[in-house]
């Protein structure tokens, strides 16, 4: 598949988000700890980000944790953030050396030091790069982001530096996490479920949805084709006929 995809002419979608759900499922499928499962999910995100470099796709936004999963036991968060420090930790040279722009997306302030900081660091070292902008959504919430950019937007007036009139759609997607970024495109979510849980509502205004059955650690680079393909099928009208 991968010698002839994208199909000549097809429009590639601007900015894909991607929930990756299902790890535990996948785990626990093989009797294996949920902690597995969110390993291979790790592993699963590598050819994704590949190949969106390849594919000429300008932002890939992935739910990495969301404020609700604070709710899930000890361990497993423990587990999740002991792989996102593993994770830059591994990928951030490669990522870096392809051009790779990360920016995380969520309140860091709740999130433990280490790995705040190293999020921070990759954020930084990448800051600069033009290839694939690459936005990890951890300690993410939509409802959080929203009401974040309204308080922002709030004080800004409160301080004379703009006019409430002067709130417009500019303005307020300038206050959210995902500042600059074009909108959503394509949102994939794994496992089948078919549900937003808190991710990027303003963004996916006019998005795309796509629901795919495969488990997160199963959705490989063929599968992402796959779902490009239907993608590439739908018509967006953006209201008009
Ligand atoms: C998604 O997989 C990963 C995170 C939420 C971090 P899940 O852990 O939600 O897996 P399921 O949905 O329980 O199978
Ligand atoms: C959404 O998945 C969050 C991430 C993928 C990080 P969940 O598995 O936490 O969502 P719900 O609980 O099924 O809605
Ligand atoms: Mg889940």
């Keep these: 598949m991968s010698e002839e995809f994208p199909p000549k002419g097809a429009a590639m979608p601007r900015h894909v988000a991607i929930i990756m759900d299902g790890n535990g499922r996948w785990a626990k499928q093989r009797g294996m700890p949920r902690a597995y499962g969110h390993r291979q999910g790790v592993l699963a995100l590598e050819p994704i980000i590949e190949a969106c470099g390849e594919w000429g ?5 992935i739910f990495a ?11 497993e968060i423990a587990a999740l953030m ?3 420090v ?17 920016r995380m997306l969520g309140d860091l302030r709740q999130v433990p030091e280490l790995q ?20 990890i959504a951890l300690n993410y919430g939509s409802r959080q982001e929203i009401v974040r950019a309204a ?6 007036c409160r301080q004379g530096e703009m006019r409430p009139e ?3 759609e500019n303005a307020f997607e300038d206050a959210l996490y995902t500042r600059g970024l074009p909108p959503v495109d394509l949102l994939i979510r ?34 992402f084709a796959r779902a490009l393909a239907t993608y590439f099928g739908r018509a967006r009208r953006f209201g008009k006929v």
């Design 57 to 61: 796709i300008e932002a890939l936004t």
């Design 65 to 75: 944790f969301s404020t609700e999963n604070w709710a899930r036991p000890k361990e």
């Design 82 to 84: 002991g792989l996102i």
């Design 86 to 102: 593993e994770f830059f930790n591994k990928k951030i040279d490669e990522l870096d050396k392809k051009g790779v722009c990360i």
């Design 116 to 135: 705040r900081k190293t999020a921070e660091a990759a954020m930084a070292r990448t800051a600069h790069n033009a290839g694939l902008k690459l936005n």
């Design 151 to 156: 308080r922002l937007l709030a004080q800004k």
């Design 166 to 168: 002067d709130i417009d």
């Design 190 to 223: 794994t496992s089948g479920e078919e549900r937003l849980s808190n991710f990027l509502l303003y963004q996916c205004a006019y998005a795309e949805f796509l629901f795919v059955p495969e488990f997160w650690p199963d959705f490989t680079r063929e599968v």
